[in-house]
T-cell receptor, first 117, second 111 residues
Framework: NAGVMQNPRHLVRRRGQEARLRCSPMKGHSHVYWYRQLPEEGLKFMVY????????ESGMPKERFSAEFPKEGPSILRIQQVVRGDSAAYFC???????????????FGQGTRLTVV | QKEVEQDPGPLSVPEGAIVSLNCTYS??????FMWYRQYSRKGPELLMYTYSSGNKEDGRFTAQVDKSSKYISLFIRDSQPSDSATYLCAMSGRGSYIPTFGRGTSLIVHP
């Protein structure tokens, strides 16, 4: 049973390019959460999605960032026109049921490390 | 004041020591408390999960929650070099399913 799969593990983009980060949840999990981790900081919540629905995007910047979790395929976090400040590790987690990470066990992927040059 | 405060360390201890990791919080609505372990350049791994106040033990790990003091702890007995990692506390409240994370404490267990 494969865990949460994220790819690519490392991504380098020039300023102004687009970054697309993928997350395949664990088998049987239909809830996905994206977090950003900056050096010297903890995990910051970005967005919570179920299949074909955004449940909570309160942590996601209003500009340039978007996320989706289609009926088929992985969840995608998309960052348009990247800037140096977007450089960070982006983690996704998945859980089998609703209620979020707070009251159900969730599993994290290995993360995608985005570097903007 | 941040909602969740956690000393970043590093905390360096000799092998076999008892380790105490702590977080304080300000939101009295928090009811679910978690500890994650994160090795360098890896994703966080859920270690312990507790609801409300009290203790929970799992092998060498014990999680303690004191809601009256808004203080949670993770104890590691007989610490091993393989326990060297960053430990993140996280917590959430009823109806608020998105946990807030502390910034993590870096633990180094030296042989």
């Amino acid at each position: 049973n494969a865990g949460v799969m994220q790819n690519p593990r490392h991504l380098v983009r020039r300023r102004g390019q687009e970054a697309r980060l993928r997350c395949s949840p664990m088998k049987g999990h239909s809830h996905v959460y994206w977090y950003r981790q900056l050096p010297e900081e903890g995990l910051k919540f970005m967005v919570y999605l179920q299949k074909e629905n955004i449940i909570d995007e309160s942590g996601m910047p209003k500009e340039r960032f978007s996320a989706e979790f289609p009926k088929e395929g992985p969840s995608i976090l998309r960052i348009q026109q990247v800037v140096r400040g977007d450089s960070a590790a982006y983690f996704c987690a998945s859980s089998p049921s609703g209620g979020g990470l707070g009251n159900t066990e969730a599993f994290f992927g290995q993360g995608t490390r985005l570097t903007v040059v | 004041q941040k909602e969740v405060e956690q000393d970043p360390g590093p905390l360096s201890v000799p092998e076999g020591a008892i380790v105490s990791l702590n977080c304080t919080y300000s939101n009295s609505a928090f009811q679910y408390f978690m500890w994650y372990r994160q090795y360098s350049r890896k994703g966080p791994e859920l270690l312990m999960y507790t609801y409300s106040s009290g203790n929970k033990e799992d092998g060498r790990f014990t999680a303690q929650v004191d809601k009256s003091s808004k203080y949670i702890s993770l104890f590691i007995r007989d610490s091993q070099p393989s326990d060297s990692a960053t430990y993140l506390c996280a917590m959430s409240g009823r109806g608020s399913y998105i946990p807030t994370f502390g910034r993590g404490t870096s633990l180094i267990v030296h042989p």
